[in-house]
């Protein structure tokens, strides 16, 4: 009986124990970035792309999924969701152009609800690394990729499949860090 | 220069907390008399720097002075003058200085209080406060210091969230952290009397009131914030159960136990570990839900976003306190020997039964809000719990609380029977069963269930006032002079039981709101709820730090005109952001609810509400908290210890 | 001096910049980018669904509400599709009601949502192991404090034990009567 009673009065201590080694555990890893709350997933990743046909935006012509596929062939393509009214597409615009000097990543872009005036605007201003641009006005895409925000990218591979994807935009350091290990890994 | 002296004033604070938990200890431990007197003058020290220190930072806001980092981020020369007050503790800065500085309230409130204690016990419980005051103040200090500072200072500050501009948020958080933090003195309380290894009735005489009265506030503080979400997101709710709303109602419902088991440890002298472990347990989840919603942890629009360096600090803080205490607890616990023994049925079964009811449906809101994360570390899968799950899983533990609410108070203390509450309580069973068939007749069954139990509580917690005063049964002189001779706890709990069906009532009128959004153009007229609304005119309106649009909407019954309505749509120059202003009339019985939205082509979105009995959520909230503020004015807990008589001198 | 009016540095950001504590981290431009969205939302409106949107037929749309009233709202974070005012939520509300009168079940739609957001946005999560825990907490928590009551029953203060013979006659001897 004493035993038991030993047991039970340490039973608090044990889940308060488990609960702050989890944690522990969760804030190390939000610091290595191995772990973050915020971070809500998409399960498109490792599914293949839905399809789609996108008219265009001056001065390029839209492209449909099949197209993006066929290109995809030789090698992975980086397909860029933005908008002319997203302050943070505009911040990664610069690491987009040097990507796209680079040569190597075809990027593809899908402008979200942008009315083509706006979009034509934001190219002229920031720059057009874009190879291809499809225009989503009605947002259907946006929705059957499984964004919730605008800049997000995604790396394709040859089989039509999301290799990579970041609801973000891009910087120096990511692209550096997470997507070049992604595009060699999905060339493979 | 003032701030200088605040962050100086911070730190002789923190020197002094960390005297206080020294001295008080150990002096307690050595039974020291000198040392064991001289906490109580540490502990209002402490708190005396803690207000200067406070009102330091005030000023900083007051007088605009940007060259201190925190007001500059916050404040803004435009910024109205209640908001510049407030606004110190409306980021996580500011509001861990707060925290602090209630934690210093109590030790000072114990120490000009606490004189009739027994000297060891009172030198412990300082010497506990001051040891977590001491972590705290040490955490503000060096990871969220208010007073930074910055040169060459800004001409102008970046401005509060508009959100935050408003008085009930304004006095949201000093009350909830009166009771978050209030609940510290239980806790003390509690781990000073594992150290002595000892609790007597009049330690539950002592911690009944500090426990009462950090749930009244923290009733108040909860309801505020929610009553605040109706009225300023204008989506016409008022929970969510988001992470930090569960956070701050996860110590609500242990400190609910905790006191209604201290009335047992003080009158029969039994529950002691569980009122010690509630005790320990309700700091303990303030402490966490303060940790969890700064850390980043949670996946909540509320949360301050912080960084996770800072979230270790506080872990390791929280580490020391709870984990500390908790072992204290399983090494010690043993030594309280409890005293009365008592059946299954009887109060202190019911209130057993309470504590465990209770304490599940902490558990399931703990693991509503800590599944995500969890799940995300263990499992690598990515899900949110919502309300869908919250009100699937706490309505039916919910439940059984209700009933015991009102019946519970009718058992007799030590062995008691059934039969007799069903003898008692009949004809309020009665009522509720007609009030929920009746209802059942116009709306779902949840709704009709919900009035139902409204109407068991509200009536049958003046149950026992009754039986007590004979009500009904003896001539009505009789009745008054019983009356008049209950203990005001009785009553007080009687309200405080009332209050809770009041609330229950208001969720479930709520719940059958009428409401309409529609497009209109001026002129009009739309037909809500049984009410007339037409849209008379929109205008600009200009404000201090903002430009309005306002929508006028008279709103007529039966062709009587009632009230008119000005919604509003504030857009904030300097943050680039809308809020809206909601109109509510209210006549106590129902809230008419008005948003004005988007304007397209010269015609405004409009959301019209009919919410009844809505404002009964937070009538219901404030007499809860009146209740148990109530139950503080019985003679019986006024704790002064008799002073003892000049011994007669024995006969020979 | 400008540091002031930008987002602080967060040092250890996410995801980490491995050794580097640089200024603008993941982190910040995640959350950037849900503000963004976020504010862009409320200057169109801190707003209300468009009653041009409801289903003509009241039942459809009561079944429509209650689809959406289970997922959530993936900007907002805290509140459900159907009291949302964000653009996607209106967009996903008008996909469920398109859905809704193409004849889908509600399993169907619910589904298609998940396919693409995840089990996030769902409000109430499906039982899995990993949710298991979750669905039965009320009752592991009613059976962990009703043994702890249980064992706890005989902690309450022993009987002292009996006196032995030495004990009970110390007893008789103090309380014999005295002459």
């Not at chain 1, 490792?46 to 789609?52: A, S």
């Amino acid at each position: 009986m004493i035993a038991r009673r030993r047991l039970m009065l340490l039973a608090p201590l044990a889940v308060a124990a488990a609960g702050g080694a989890a944690f522990w555990a969760m804030l190390t890893r939000m610091q290595d970035g191995k772990f973050d709350p915020h971070d809500i997933g998409n399960p498109m990743l490792g599914k293949h792309i839905p399809d789609f046909d996108l008219p265009g935006v001056a001065p390029s012509q839209g492209f449909s999924s099949k197209e993006l596929i066929a290109a995809a062939q030789t090698q992975p393509i980086l397909l860029n969701f933005f908008a002319s009214w997203c302050i943070p597409c505009a911040s990664e615009a610069g690491t987009l152009d040097e990507l796209q000097k680079l040569g190597g990543v075809p990027i593809w872009g899908i402008a979200y609800k942008d009315a083509p005036e706006k979009s034509a605007k934001f190219l002229d201003q920031y720059g057009n690394p874009y190879a291809r641009i499809g225009a989503d006005m009605s947002g259907d895409v946006f929705i059957n990729f499984g964004l919730y925000g605008v800049p997000e990218n995604f790396v394709i591979n040859r089989k039509g499949i999301i290799a990579w994807h970041i609801a973000g935009p891009l910087s120096d350091d990511l692209v550096e860090q997470q997507m070049m290990p992604a595009i060699a890994k999905a060339k493979a | 220069m003032i701030p200088e002296l605040g962050n100086f004033a911070l730190a002789l604070a923190c020197a002094l907390a960390f005297a206080q938990a020294v001295i008080g200890i150990w002096g307690a431990h050595r039974r020291d008399v000198r040392l064991m007197a001289a906490t109580p003058g540490l502990a209002v020290g402490q708190l005396l720097a803690l207000a200067a220190s406070a009102g330091a930072l005030v000023w900083a806001s007051v007088s605009n002075d940007f060259s201190v980092i925190n007001v500059a981020e916050n404040s803004a020369i435009a910024k109205p003058l209640l908001y510049k007050i407030s606004g110190t503790w409306g980021n996580h800065e500011g509001s861990i200085l707060l925290w602090g500085l209630i934690l210093g309230i109590c030790g000072g409130l114990v120490s000009v209080f606490g004189r009739n204690l027994p000297s060891a016990l009172r030198a412990r419980v300082l010497g506990v406060l001051g040891g977590t005051s001491a972590g705290f103040l040490l955490f503000c200090l060096t990871t969220s210091n208010p007073f930074f500072r910055d040169f060459p200072p800004p001409v102008d500050g970046r401005g509060m969230n508009p959100l935050l501009q408003d008085p009930g948020l304004a006095f949201h958080p000093p009350i909830l952290y009166m009771g978050y933090v209030g609940f510290a003195v239980p806790f003390a309380f509690a781990v000073a009397a594992l150290l002595e290894g000892r609790i007597d009735a009049a330690w539950g005489r002592w911690v009944r009131p500090w426990a009462l009265v950090s749930w009244c506030f923290l009733t108040c503080g909860i309801a505020l914030g929610s009553w605040w979400a109706y009225y300023e997101l204008g989506w016409g709710g008022y929970w969510f159960w988001d992470p930090v709303e569960n956070a701050s109602l996860m110590p609500w419902l242990t400190g609910t136990a905790l006191v209604h088991s201290s009335i047992v440890v003080e009158k029969r002298e039994s529950l002691k570990i569980w009122t010690v472990l509630l005790a320990i347990g309700t700091f303990s989840l303030s402490l966490s839900g303060t940790f969890l919603v700064r850390s980043g942890i949670l996946n909540s629009v509320h949360a301050f976003a912080n960084d996770p360096a800072r979230g270790v600090f506080i872990l390791a803080l929280l580490g020391l306190v709870i984990g500390g205490s908790l072992l204290l607890f399983a090494l010690r616990a043993p030594l309280l020997r409890s005293g009365g023994i008592f059946a299954p049925v009887s109060r202190e079964g019911a209130l057993v039964l309470n504590n465990i009811l209770l304490c599940s449906i902490c558990a399931v809101v703990i693991a509503g809000t800590m599944t995500p994360p969890f799940a995300d570390l263990l499992f690598g899968q990515k899900i949110s719990v919502g309300a869908p799950y919250f009100n699937l899983t706490v309505l039916p533990l919910a439940i059984p609380v209700f009933i015991a609410m009102a019946v519970g108070p009718l058992l007799p203390w030590k062995r008691g029977r059934l039969w007799p509450l069903v003898e008692h309580a009949w004809w309020a069973a009665l009522i509720a069963a007609l009030v929920g068939g009746v209802c059942a007749f116009g709306m779902k069954l949840l709704p009709a269930l919900a009035f139902g139990a409204a109407a068991w509580l509200i009536i049958g917690s003046f149950a026992e006032v009754f039986e007590r005063t004979l009500l009904f049964r003896a001539p009505v002189a009789n009745s008054v002079r019983r009356a008049r001779g209950l203990p005001v706890a009785v009553l007080g709990a009687a309200i405080a039981h009332a209050g809770m069906g009041v609330t229950v009532a208001g969720i479930a009128g709520t719940s059958l709101d009428s409401n309409k959004i529609v497009e209109a153009k001026v002129g009009d007229s739309f037909s809500v709820g049984g009410y007339q609304w037409i849209l008379l005119g929109l205008d600009d309106a200009p404000g201090p730090n903002y430009r309005a649009r306002v929508a006028s909407i008279e709103v007529l019954k039966d062709g009587r005109p009632l009230a008119m309505m000005k919604p509003e749509r504030r857009m904030f120059t300097l943050q680039q952001q809308t809020t809206s202003d909601v109109a509510i009339r209210t006549n106590l019985f129902r809230d008419l609810y008005a948003v004005l939205g988007d304007e397209r082509d010269g015609k405004a979105v409009l959301r019209l509400h009919v919410n009844p009995l809505a404002p009964w959520i937070w009538l219901g909230a404030l007499i809860m908290a009146a209740g148990g503020a109530l139950s503080l004015a019985d003679r019986r807990l006024r704790v002064g210890a008799p002073s003892r008589a000049p011994k007669a001198a024995l006969p020979a | 001096m400008s540091n002031t009016f930008i987002l602080r540095p967060r040092p250890g950001s996410i995801p980490a910049m491995a050794g580097k504590k640089t200024s603008f981290g993941s982190f910040f431009q995640k959350r950037t980018l849900l503000i963004c969205v976020f504010l862009l939302v409320s200057a169109s409106a801190w707003a209300i669904s468009d009653p041009r949107e409801m289903l003509p037929d009241p039942k459809q749309e009561a079944r429509a509400e209650a689809i959406g009233s289970q997922l959530r709202c993936l900007v907002c974070q805290n509140e459900s599709i159907e009291d949302s005012g964000a653009p996607l939520a209106g967009d996903l509300r008008a996909k469920v009601r398109e859905q809704i009168k193409a004849g889908r079940t509600d399993a169907q739609i619910m589904a298609w949502m998940v396919a693409r957001y995840g089990n996030f946005v769902r409000l109430k999560p499906p039982l899995t192991p990993a949710t298991f825990l979750l669905y039965a907490t009320p009752v592991l928590g009613l059976l962990a404090g009703g043994l702890a009551a249980y064992i706890g029953r005989g902690w309450q203060a022993a009987t002292p034990a009996p006196l032995t013979e030495a004990e009970q006659a110390k007893l008789a001897e103090l309380t014999r009567p005295h002459a």
